[in-house]
């Protein structure tokens, strides 16, 4: 079975700066190229497997989620078993009775972030990548 995946250049301008900002910081140039080339898979993890976590922190408020709910969204980031972004597309996915949403594990390509992010996943979502 074939694993969907995608490019940095695929996800939205404000995602692929996030990426090339973590894959910086962490990795400097050689991560810089590595995310350049590499083809993140997409794991469906449970929806269930993210905490609840505080919301509407910034200028993203209610309204901006609450365009999400019913939509297709951009893919949550994770690393390994930290959730790094998409607190809004989770509580979307949640209102939408989804049980499943997209992400990409930047530990895919050599990164590895022990603390900060939004939280811990809940679960080892790992045994969702090789269904």
């Known amino acids: 079975m074939n694993t969907p995946g995608c490019l940095i250049a695929e996800l939205p301008n404000d995602l692929q700066v996030l990426v090339w900002d973590l894959a910086g ?10 995310v350049e080339a590499h083809r993140f898979a997409i794991h469906r993890v449970p929806v269930n497997a993210f905490p609840r ?6 200028y993203r408020n209610r309204e901006y989620s609450e365009a999400m709910i019913g939509r297709e969204v951009p893919p949550v980031l994770v690393c390994g078993g930290l959730w790094l972004d998409g607190r809004n597309r989770v509580w979307a996915a949640r209102q939408s009775g989804r049980s499943e949403v997209d992400c990409i594990d930047l530990s895919e390509i050599g990164l590895r972030v022990r603390c900060g992010g939004l939280a811990k996943l809940r679960r080892n979502w790992l045994k969702y990548i090789f269904r």
């Open 53 to 58: 976590v505080r919301m509407w922190t910034d």
């Open 25 to 34: 910081d962490f990795l400097g140039p050689q991560g810089l190229k590595r």
